[in-house]
Each structure stands twice: as C-alpha cells, then as structure tokens.
C-alpha cells in the first residue's frame, strides 16, 4: 500500500501563490503516476495535475498554465507550485498515487484563497 503525506497548504490572497509537497512510501519509479487532485466543497475530486511514470505530464484545464508539478526522485516526493491562485482553487488538495493500476490517496491539506 502505498502511503502519502501532503504538505505546504494554507491561507494565501487572490494572485498569490503557494507550493504543496506529498512524501510518497516508496520509490516515484514504482508508481503507473503520481500527482494531486482537489475537492472543493459541494464539489467532485478532479485530477488537477499528474506526472505520469515516462516523466509527461498533464493538467486540468482550469490550471494549466498557473500550476507546475515536479518531482524529486531521490527523495520520492512530488510538489505543486501553484501561482496566480483565484479563490475558485479553493479545495483541499490531495496526493494521489497509481501503483499497479490501484489508486491511493493522502489525507489531504487545505487551501483557502481569499478575494
């Protein structure tokens, strides 16, 4: 099972920026992907920017260009910087992981964004 710490959430203003971080269990290499989601309330989880196991990676619609996921191998942990944030990204943001085609989550951490 593969486990995951998130990290880095927090209360920012509107423009702001903020960089999360998720320790994963175990080796970034044994993973299918590895990225984050987020669930806003009333809302859907949605994926919102993963790395998948080639090292490509890809983005929500509703972030691209404003988000950046990267990883650190050697320390198995990947980070989402996130910039020009709007007070829609507010949500708790989760650590996901696909190992062996299974889907893992992390426990979450908040980010609020005030107008």
């Known amino acids: 099972q593969v486990q995951l710490v998130e990290s880095g959430g927090g209360l920012v203003q509107a423009g702001g920026s903020l960089n999360l971080t998720c320790a994963a269990s175990e080796t970034i290499f044994s993973l299918n992907a590895i990225g984050w989601g987020r669930q806003a309330p009333g809302k859907q989880r949605e994926i919102v920017a993963r790395i998948l196991s080639g090292g490509s990676t890809n983005y929500a619609d509703s972030v691209k260009g404003r988000f950046t996921i990267s990883r650190d191998n050697a320390l198995n942990t990947v980070y989402l910087q996130m910039n020009s944030l709007k007070p829609e990204d507010n949500a708790v943001y989760y650590c996901?992981?696909?190992?062996?085609?299974?889907?893992?989550w992390g426990k979450g951490t908040q980010v609020t964004v005030s107008s």
């Open positions: 996901n992981a696909v190992k062996d085609y299974i889907s893992y």
